[in-house]
């Protein structure tokens, strides 16, 4: 069989450029670790728990480059605990009460961490269409707090809403039926906007019911990184009363040195309730790797208690994806409360008490 040479060229010319114009991947993180907690007026729990240093997942992502500084995208991302073998749930319609707004799914990949489909400009930002984080989210994690929300000093265990007058917020990490719009850099600056969909009928009492309106305004240059979120979802009560739920949040760090000195404040309210927390941390590079260090101050109106934490962890590099940890944390309740512990293995019995826990770990990444 004869083949035309120039038009063999062109041909596999063209594979060769498709195949350089779309890309996709598979990747993931496996973090494991031996955790033992304990809580005035409870016994001690020694378990193998996951999530201590980063979140486990497995994912999948892409993109296809459309010409003209164009580009399509996709993203599904599900949460995994290799410590048992289990998916994680999810939410589907922001909403705090009724069958449909109740986690769903534990055992397969729900793809709750995020499910998106974007259109990238790149020099107008992204528009991102899915279930993704919500903008006040992002300063919360790593980047502006030296836990982030993972392990036995993370973030959540004092910034989180605690759920009040029948609302049990499902809109401090993540919205579902949300579009949004990213841009990462703007001199300096960077801006991500979020409007999601309780998906309601228009002629219910509560058509607003899960409806999420979010944003978040940052600035980073040279040792400095900074933002400021706001985000607000609408939430209604069976009796009608309405209860929103609204986190404010502002983060700052500079880098000096070895040492990202950290300030992170946050405010969630829930009607008349409200929690305020204030963050003063740290994380300093030394040759192995990373010293971890937070305190964290609450303040509560109309729900729960005053609360402490302290939190000291070490994070030692094996390599670029692999890493061994230890953490150490204490959260302490202040006056007659009970309300907030250190993990979720079991809770404080005695007014005033505390919850205290370790963990050492491995986490590894593909």
Same mark, same amino acid.
């Given at each position: 069989?004869?083949?035309?040479?120039?038009?063999?060229?062109?041909?596999?010319?063209?594979? &060769?450029?498709?195949?350089?114009?779309?890309?996709?991947?598979?990747?993931?993180?496996?973090?494991?670790?031996?955790?033992?907690?304990?809580?005035?007026?409870?016994?001690?729990?020694?378990?193998?728990?996951?999530?201590?240093?980063?979140?486990?997942?497995?994912?999948?992502?892409?993109?296809?480059? /459309?010409? *003209?500084?164009?580009? &399509?995208?996709?993203? /599904?991302?599900?949460?995994?605990?290799?410590?048992?073998?289990?998916?994680?749930?999810?939410?589907? !319609?922001?909403?705090?009460?009724?069958? =449909?707004?109740?986690?769903?799914?534990?055992?397969?990949?729900?793809? *709750?961490?995020?499910?998106?489909?974007?259109?990238?400009?790149?020099?107008?930002?992204?528009?991102?269409?899915?279930?993704?984080?919500?903008?006040?989210? !992002?300063?919360?994690?790593?980047?502006?707090?030296?836990?982030?929300?993972?392990?036995?000093?993370?973030?959540?265990? /004092?910034?989180?809403?605690?759920?009040?007058?029948?609302?049990?917020?499902?809109?401090?990490?993540?919205?579902?039926?949300?579009?949004?719009?990213?841009?990462?850099?703007?001199?300096?600056?960077?801006?991500?906007?979020?409007?999601?969909?309780?998906?309601?009928?228009?002629?219910?009492?509560?058509?607003?019911?899960?409806?999420?309106? @979010?944003?978040?305004?940052?600035?980073?240059?040279?040792?400095? !990184?900074?933002?400021?979120?706001? *985000?607000?979802?609408?939430?209604?009560?069976?009796?009608? /009363? &309405?209860?929103?739920?609204?986190?404010?949040?502002?983060?700052?760090? $500079?880098?000096?040195?070895?040492? %990202? #000195?950290?300030?992170?404040?946050?405010?969630?309210?829930?009607?008349?309730?409200?929690?305020?927390?204030?963050? $003063?941390?740290?994380?300093?590079?030394?040759?192995? *790797?990373?010293?971890?260090?937070? $305190?964290?101050?609450?303040? &509560?109106?109309?729900?729960?208690?005053?609360?402490?934490?302290?939190?000291?962890?070490?994070?030692?590099?094996? =390599? %670029?994806?692999?890493? #061994?940890?230890?953490?150490?944390?204490?959260?302490?309740?202040?006056?007659?409360?009970?309300?907030?512990?250190?993990?979720?293995? !079991? @809770?404080?019995?005695?007014?005033?008490?505390?919850?205290?826990?370790?963990?050492?770990?491995?986490?590894?990444?593909?």
């Amino acid at each position: 069989m004869k083949f035309n040479k120039p038009l063999l060229l062109v041909a596999m010319t063209s594979m &060769a450029g498709f195949a350089q114009a779309q890309t996709a991947e598979v990747f993931g993180v496996l973090d494991v670790a031996y955790l033992v907690t304990s809580a005035t007026g409870s016994p001690r729990v020694n378990s193998i728990s996951t999530d201590s240093n980063t979140s486990s997942r497995l994912g999948f992502r892409g993109t296809e480059d /459309l010409g *003209g500084g164009m580009k &399509a995208s996709f993203w /599904l991302e599900s949460a995994i605990s290799p410590d048992n073998g289990t998916g994680a749930v999810t939410n589907t !319609n922001n909403q705090s009460t009724g069958q =449909s707004s109740s986690p769903t799914g534990t055992q397969g990949l729900t793809f *709750g961490r995020r499910s998106t489909a974007s259109l990238i400009d790149s020099k107008l930002g992204e528009l991102r269409v899915g279930r993704d984080y919500v903008p006040s989210f !992002n300063n919360l994690t790593v980047s502006m707090h030296p836990f982030g929300t993972n392990g036995v000093g993370n973030a959540g265990q /004092l910034f989180y809403p605690v759920a009040a007058n029948g609302t049990t917020a499902r809109t401090s990490v993540r919205a579902s039926n949300s579009i949004a719009y990213v841009m990462s850099d703007m001199n300096g600056f960077n801006v991500h906007f979020m409007y999601a969909l309780g998906e309601n009928a228009s002629d219910v009492y509560n058509p607003d019911d899960g409806k999420h309106t @979010g944003i978040r305004i940052g600035y980073r240059n040279g040792p400095w !990184n900074m933002a400021y979120a706001n *985000g607000v979802t609408k939430y209604t009560t069976a009796a009608k /009363l &309405a209860n929103d739920y609204t986190q404010s949040n502002f983060a700052i760090n $500079y880098q000096m040195g070895p040492a %990202k #000195l950290m300030f992170l404040t946050n405010e969630n309210k829930i009607g008349a309730t409200n929690t305020k927390t204030n963050m $003063y941390g740290t994380q300093y590079g030394v040759a192995t *790797g990373q010293i971890r260090f937070a $305190y964290t101050t609450l303040k &509560a109106t109309g729900v729960a208690n005053d609360a402490t934490q302290f939190a000291v962890g070490y994070v030692h590099d094996l =390599s %670029k994806r692999t890493a #061994l940890f230890t953490n150490y944390s204490t959260v302490r309740n202040l006056g007659t409360g009970k309300q907030f512990v250190v993990g979720s293995g !079991n @809770g404080v019995t005695t007014a005033g008490g505390s919850s205290n826990g370790y963990e050492f770990g491995l986490r590894t990444s593909f």
